[in-house]
């Protein structure tokens, strides 16, 4: 199943369901018919929880903000299957807004947008598991479509998020995984600005990630240059 085959389904599925009434948002579902393609493989109980999903390569489960609420699944289920948690970003992201009866009022571009490395700040709240040899992470990159009723701020009410386009996904298993995503031209010897302005994340958003690099083994600290510290790769070659 191809993505927007993946999209349709979950629009059929939400409308024979209820969507409103699971708390399931279009989004979610569209990535559970993804990587998921079955409905039956859906809503399956492992280890005293519901997984997102069941199939041949273990438990699928889709989480769009808030990964460390995932803990308590993931103790569950990792020591009996392999666990990819998906997570998307909305790299590219449209303002909809309706009015009480869905009729189109305005459509913007959003300023906010996310990408691989804004992503760091939640799967570094996974930072205990991301070695676990039967733990994966799956980021999509996407454009989306987000519905909002309601003008101010106040009043504003986020109704879904439909998805228009994956860009890309990126499995993350191995720390040469993680490595592969520092930019090929990073000198040797590195600072956390240096890195910044490689990649063009904000400050934080790239700390966190040369923490979560140093987590898995794929830097090392080595020395300071002024107040900042100095950051260089380790070797992940097979030994």
């Excluded at 303002?95 to 990408?115: I, T």
């Excluded at 490595?179 to 990073?186: K, R």
Aim: glycine share 6%; with cysteine.
């Amino acid at each position: 199943m191809n993505f927007a085959e993946a999209v349709d389904a979950a629009v059929q599925d939400a409308r024979g369901k209820g969507i409103g009434t699971l708390s399931e948002k279009t989004l979610h579902l569209a990535l559970k018919y993804y990587f998921a393609p079955d409905p039956e493989t859906h809503e399956r109980p492992v280890g005293g929880f519901i997984a997102d999903a069941v199939t041949e390569d273990g438990v699928i489960e889709i989480q769009t903000r808030g990964l460390s609420r995932l803990k308590p699944k993931l103790d569950a289920f990792l020591p009996v299957c392999p666990v990819t948690v998906v997570h998307p970003v909305a790299e590219e992201k449209w303002l909809l807004r309706v009015d009480e009866a869905g009729e189109l009022l305005s459509k913007r571009r959003s300023p906010k947008h996310e990408n691989i490395y804004s992503a760091m700040r939640e799967i570094y709240t996974l930072r205990e598991y991301l070695l676990h040899p039967q733990f994966s992470v799956c980021i999509c990159r996407l454009s989306l479509a987000e519905y909002i009723r309601g003008n101010d701020r106040r009043n504003r009410q986020k109704l879904d998020r439909m998805p228009l386009a994956l860009k890309d996904t990126v499995r993350l298993h191995l720390p040469a995984d993680y490595a592969a995503l520092l930019p090929d031209d990073l000198p040797e010897q590195f600072t956390v600005r240096d890195l910044r302005a490689l990649i063009g994340a904000s400050e934080m958003h790239s700390g966190i990630f040369v923490n979560l690099l140093a987590k898995v083994g794929c830097l090392v600290p080595c020395g300071m240059r002024g107040r900042q510290k100095l950051w260089t790769r380790t070797d992940l070659s097979p030994k």
